[in-house]
């Protein structure tokens, strides 16, 4: 096989950004190609919690976690404020039923070698005086996990890429391929046609669309979801922890809240099922008025901004990661979870795409799986 040396990325969400940034690593020559501007779809609306907790089987947490221990080092690649804190997380359950699933999950998790631990009513006050717990039935805390700004981490990814002479063509969408054989030669965009020898299809929501272009078929299943930004809180929002997360086990609002770096507070409501936000200020407010239940210092925020989109959400909820076996220089990549995963999908595609190499870490996740 020959290796490729020229890699046209469509989408330039964090998952293409951080693939076309670790393939001009490489000493590649990458062009990226995006429809709008960057980082304005599900990267930015992203709540963007680095996490491996909520994550099934465990294979996939393995995944998510390496990818975060990740991101620390992809953080010293950059050599830019990419908006990263760390701190953990911490939630709790409200009632015995739920505290019983509560303290099972955080069993497996121990004995998945994540940093969990159950503690108590006063060392969960003590480490964060300004959340009302009400009356927890357990509290869980981990340390590893953190947040961080896309956008800033696509602005990052892509100054290197143009600083290696990569072209970032936006407001341009791809509507076809132009083959050699089983190959693509030629992509080609509302404006344009550009040659290459391998393409990155890292599209979010619109990869399954641009898959079915070279004849594969899998769905982007619904999975709407918003972010509230409020004004900016001028106090710090936790003492120490990252993010926070209301308990599972009541009924009504979820809420998600964290702290960005410059003091802004976003919140993230409902579930993967249905999100309680969407573009409606009046439920925007209602996000706010409910995560001051929680945390009394967001009493008197105000809404900033209302973000939606859909998620990139596969069929079965696992990444898909790979070479397409009938067009091997299309490389897909599409997922959910993509901000945790972007260090670890943009280090090991762009070592797949570089060498020809099928690592084992990713072989779980293969796009052929949707295409037997
Ligand atoms: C509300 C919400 C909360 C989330 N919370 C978390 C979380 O806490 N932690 C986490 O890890 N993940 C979270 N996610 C998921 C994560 O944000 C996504 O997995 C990730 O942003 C996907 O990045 P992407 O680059 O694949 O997609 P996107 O950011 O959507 O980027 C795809 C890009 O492709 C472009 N494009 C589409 N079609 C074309 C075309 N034909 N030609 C050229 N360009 C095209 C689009 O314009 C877009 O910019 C959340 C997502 C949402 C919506």
Same mark, same amino acid.
């Given at each position: 096989?020959?290796?490729?040396?020229?890699?046209?990325?469509?989408?330039?969400? +964090?998952?293409?950004?951080?693939?076309?940034?670790?393939?001009?690593?490489?000493?590649? /020559?990458?062009?990226?190609?995006?429809? *709008?501007?960057?980082? /304005?779809?599900?990267?930015?609306?992203?709540?963007?919690?680095?996490?491996?907790?909520?994550?099934?089987?465990?294979?996939?947490?393995?995944?998510?976690?390496?990818?975060?221990?990740?991101?620390?080092?992809?953080?010293?690649?950059?050599?830019? !404020?990419?908006?990263? =804190?760390?701190?953990?997380?911490?939630?709790?359950?409200?009632?015995?039923?739920?505290?019983?699933?509560?303290?099972?999950?955080?069993?497996?998790? /121990?004995?998945?070698?994540?940093?969990?631990?159950?503690?108590?009513?006063?060392?969960?006050?003590?480490?964060?005086?300004?959340?009302?717990?009400?009356?927890?039935?357990? =509290?869980?805390?981990?340390?590893?996990?953190?947040?961080?700004?896309?956008?800033?981490?696509?602005?990052?990814?892509?100054?290197?890429?143009? *600083?290696?002479?990569?072209?970032?063509?936006?407001?341009?969408?791809?509507?076809?391929?132009?083959?050699?054989?089983?190959?693509?030669?030629?992509? =080609?965009?509302?404006? !344009?046609?550009?040659?290459?020898?391998?393409?990155?299809?890292?599209?979010?929501?619109?990869?399954?669309?641009?898959?079915?272009?070279?004849?594969?078929?899998?769905?982007?299943?619904?999975?709407?979801?918003?972010?509230?930004?409020?004004?900016?809180?001028?106090?710090?929002?936790?003492?120490?922890?990252?993010?926070?997360?209301?308990?599972?086990?009541?009924?009504?609002?979820?809420?998600?809240?964290?702290?960005?770096?410059?003091?802004?507070?976003?919140?993230?409501?409902?579930?993967?099922?249905?999100?309680?936000?969407?573009?409606?200020?009046?439920?925007?407010?209602?996000?706010?008025?409910?995560?001051?239940?929680? $945390?009394?210092?967001?009493? !008197? $925020?105000?809404? *900033?901004?209302?973000?939606?989109?859909?998620?990139?959400?596969?069929?079965?909820?696992?990444? =898909?990661?790979?070479?397409?076996?009938?067009?091997?220089?299309?490389?897909?990549?599409?997922?959910?979870?993509?901000?945790?995963?972007?260090? $670890? +999908?943009?280090?090991?595609?762009?070592?797949?795409?570089?060498?020809?190499?099928?690592?084992?870490? $990713?072989?779980?996740?293969?796009?052929?799986?949707?295409?037997?």
């Amino acid at each position: 096989m020959t290796h490729p040396k020229h890699t046209i990325v469509i989408g330039g969400g +964090i998952v293409g950004a951080s693939i076309a940034f670790h393939l001009a690593k490489s000493g590649m /020559q990458v062009d990226v190609i995006e429809s *709008q501007q960057p980082a /304005q779809q599900a990267s930015k609306v992203s709540y963007a919690w680095i996490n491996a907790r909520d994550k099934h089987p465990f294979g996939y947490h393995e995944l998510n976690r390496r990818s975060q221990d990740m991101w620390r080092r992809f953080e010293d690649d950059l050599q830019t !404020d990419i908006g990263l =804190v760390w701190g953990g997380e911490m939630r709790w359950s409200a009632t015995e039923t739920g505290a019983m699933q509560f303290r099972s999950r955080i069993t497996e998790l /121990q004995e998945w070698g994540y940093s969990i631990r159950e503690i108590s009513l006063e060392e969960a006050t003590e480490l964060e005086p300004g959340i009302c717990f009400g009356n927890p039935t357990s =509290v869980s805390y981990t340390d590893s996990d953190g947040h961080v700004d896309p956008e800033k981490v696509v602005d990052g990814c892509l100054s290197s890429v143009r *600083q290696t002479g990569g072209l970032i063509h936006t407001n341009e969408s791809v509507t076809n391929f132009i083959k050699d054989r089983n190959s693509i030669s030629h992509v =080609v965009t509302t404006k !344009d046609t550009y040659p290459c020898d391998s393409v990155v299809i890292a599209a979010g929501t619109e990869t399954p669309k641009i898959a079915e272009m070279l004849g594969y078929k899998f769905q982007n299943i619904h999975s709407p979801g918003a972010t509230v930004i409020t004004n900016i809180l001028t106090e710090p929002l936790f003492n120490s922890i990252a993010a926070m997360h209301s308990p599972r086990d009541l009924e009504g609002v979820l809420i998600n809240s964290r702290q960005l770096t410059d003091g802004r507070v976003m919140i993230h409501g409902g579930t993967h099922s249905g999100s309680i936000a969407d573009k409606s200020i009046e439920d925007a407010e209602m996000l706010i008025q409910e995560t001051a239940k929680y $945390l009394p210092s967001t009493r !008197d $925020l105000r809404v *900033q901004e209302v973000r939606s989109a859909l998620r990139p959400m596969p069929p079965d909820g696992l990444p =898909v990661l790979g070479r397409l076996v009938s067009t091997p220089n299309a490389y897909i990549s599409y997922t959910h979870s993509g901000v945790t995963l972007a260090p $670890l +999908i943009g280090e090991i595609a762009a070592l797949e795409i570089k060498t020809g190499v099928e690592t084992e870490i $990713l072989a779980p996740y293969r796009p052929e799986r949707f295409n037997r």
